[in-house]
């Protein structure tokens, strides 16, 4: 089992990857997968369409923007994992939040089912790599990244937006 200590990411990232404790990255993706299905139960539906201030997300937009987020890194580690060093663009979170149409066109039950589906999707990728394609240092968003960062990331992402929504919007 590789060590955090082997994480290649930005610092910009490591605010996420500290959320997650060292660990087996496979069993640290599927708690946090059951512990943000859980918590995504326990919201009520009447605030998933609130933002706490003018020109925030709503809770609904948050989730939107964890599946498309997830999407990213995920396919970040699959070209990290395959060697490929070829460097990856950033993206736009605002543009992506404002043009995804989460909000009045995508219903609560449809988004968490997607999440669902995603999730699994990154779950089943990072059980197919070994030591070797999680060490290898690829470039995203102008950064040197390693797949290994991207399974601390992922799942530490989402416990970020799980303070957040918990802190500003519950």
Same mark, same amino acid.
């Given at each position: 089992m590789l060590s955090k200590s082997e994480i290649v990411a930005g610092e910009f990232y490591h605010r996420y990857i500290q959320n997650i404790e060292e660990g087996d990255i496979n069993k640290n993706l599927k708690k946090n997968t059951r512990q943000f299905k859980k918590f995504l139960k326990e919201i009520p539906r009447k605030k998933v369409d609130r933002a706490y201030a003018e020109g925030k997300w709503t809770i609904r937009e948050i989730l939107q923007h964890?599946?498309?987020?997830?999407?990213? $890194?995920?396919? !970040? #580690?699959?070209? $990290?994992?395959?060697?490929? =060093?070829?460097?990856?663009?950033? $993206?736009?979170?605002?543009?992506? #939040?404002?043009? +995804?149409? #989460? +909000?009045? !066109?995508?219903?609560?039950?449809?988004?968490?089912?997607?999440?669902?589906? %995603?999730?699994?999707?990154?779950?089943?990728?990072? #059980?197919?790599?070994?030591?070797?394609?999680?060490? $290898?240092?690829?470039?995203?968003? =102008?950064?040197?990244?390693?797949?290994?960062?991207?399974?601390?990331?992922?799942?530490?992402?989402? %416990?970020?937006h799980i303070r957040v929504i918990k802190e500003r919007y519950l």
């Open positions: 964890l599946i498309d987020a997830e999407r990213v $890194f995920s396919y !970040r #580690a699959l070209r $990290f994992a395959r060697k490929d =060093g070829t460097p990856l663009p950033g $993206f736009d979170e605002n543009t992506w #939040a404002r043009t +995804a149409g #989460a +909000a009045g !066109r995508r219903s609560w039950d449809d988004l968490q089912e997607e999440f669902r589906a %995603v999730r699994k999707s990154t779950e089943a990728l990072f #059980a197919s790599m070994n030591d070797d394609q999680l060490q $290898f240092v690829g470039e995203a968003s =102008g950064t040197a990244q390693n797949a290994l960062a991207l399974a601390y990331l992922i799942p530490g992402h989402v %416990v970020h």
